[in-house]
T-cell receptor
């Protein structure tokens, strides 16, 4: 069974500092990986997916199959980045359920 | 276009009762998934429906059930409620529920069991 691990419950950084939210997964195949974000009092929404290799709001994430990781990074944190971040995985092939990590709360200190 | 709508937003029930939650997906979306969100466990997958058929199921007891209607609206039912069922229940819809398609979440139903 697939598993997603986000080792940090809370990550506090100062405004302007680099951010790295860790995500490790266990799955032997080729996963489809996502980062979702939930801002205060807003609904959970997609931030980015690995297949798109995109940068959203300055965030990027690279899939490292060797280390089975999909860490989320941003070079300079902004106060508006404060939110809950969830890493998620779907097995490849057909319709598969999405497994979420337990989430990391990012707190950007002004 | 309208987002995913969940009703009701808040519910308070007594142990032993049953409850039904509703989810209206984005128009055109045929896949609806349900999750239980708690502070300690994060989001845990309950089940997923597509075209009125349950395609995937998580590791929850049989007290948790769901269904989907021909208009893609979905309901989730929990019978014989327990205190541990208190949680935020989220519904997510997507076009197909496959590959890297994006899931759009509702605001959730906050269930409190007393």
């Amino acid at each position: 069974a697939q598993r997603v691990t986000q080792p940090e419950k809370l990550l506090s950084v100062f405004k302007g500092a680099p951010v790295e939210l860790k995500c490790n997964y266990s799955y032997s195949g080729s996963p489809e990986l996502f980062w979702y974000v939930q801002y205060s009092r807003q609904r959970l929404q997609l931030l980015l997916r690995h297949i798109s290799r995109e940068s959203i709001k300055g965030f990027t994430a690279d899939l490292n199959k060797g280390e089975t990781s999909f860490h989320l990074k941003k070079p300079f944190a902004q106060e508006e980045d404060s939110a809950m971040y969830y890493c998620a995985l779907r097995r490849s092939g057909g319709y598969q359920k999405v497994t979420f990590g337990t989430g990391t709360k990012l707190q950007v200190i002004p | 276009k309208a987002g995913v709508t969940q009703t009701p937003r808040y519910l308070i029930k007594t142990r032993g009762q049953q409850v039904t939650l509703s989810c209206s997906p984005i128009s055109g979306h045929r896949s609806v998934s349900w999750y239980q969100q708690t502070p300690g466990q994060g989001l845990q997958f309950l089940f997923e429906y597509f075209s009125e058929t349950q395609r995937n199921k998580g590791n929850f007891p049989g007290r948790f059930s769901g269904r989907q209607f021909s208009n893609s609206r979905s309901e989730m039912n929990v019978s014989t409620l327990e205190l541990g069922d208190s949680a935020l229940y989220l519904c997510a819809s997507s076009m197909t529920g496959e590959g890297n398609t994006e899931a759009f979440f509702g605001q959730g139903t906050r269930l409190t069991v007393v």
